[in-house]
């Protein structure tokens, strides 16, 4: 699969996952509809950001660094984009249970910027 291939592919399915959220906020109560109205929502959420930080986080290597190998960026930045989607939706998740406070947002980052420093150290 080329680059080209995998970046329209990835703007259809983030397209797809918003269109969803989109539809989850629209139709979706959660207090209706109770444990699945979160997962659904969660899911779409999870989803739709990891699209926009991958393609975003794609854009941005491509124009700082010009020389570099472009499958490793791709790889590089799904990762990335998968990361900060669990660290947003970690966020999310803790403040619908009303346990988020500054010191909680900073574990859950520091947790995300270790598993990527595992990451980049393998």
């Known amino acids: 699969m080329t680059v080209r291939t995998y970046l329209w592919g990835m703007r259809l399915s983030t397209l797809a996952a918003l269109a969803a959220l ?7 109560d959660p207090v209706r509809d ?3 109205g979160r997962v659904l929502f969660y ?3 999870f989803f739709s950001i990891t699209g ?5 986080l794609f854009w ?4 700082w660094n010009v020389n570099e190998v472009v499958y490793q960026n791709v790889g590089l930045s799904f990762r990335q984009g998968m990361l900060v ?4 939706c ?3 998740a803790l403040q619908s249970f ?5 010191w909680d947002a900073g574990i859950v980052i520091a947790g995300i910027l270790l598993i990527e420093l595992w990451f980049l150290s393998r």
Do not use: E, P
């Open 98 to 102: 009303r346990l988020l406070v500054w």
């Open 85 to 88: 989607a669990f660290a947003v």
């Open 60 to 63: 941005v290597r491509r124009r």
């Open 43 to 45: 899911v779409s959420l």
């Open 90 to 92: 970690g966020m999310f």
């Open 52 to 56: 926009m930080a991958t393609l975003f």
């Open 34 to 36: 109770g444990i699945l």
């Open 22 to 28: 989109g539809a989850v906020l629209y139709y979706v």
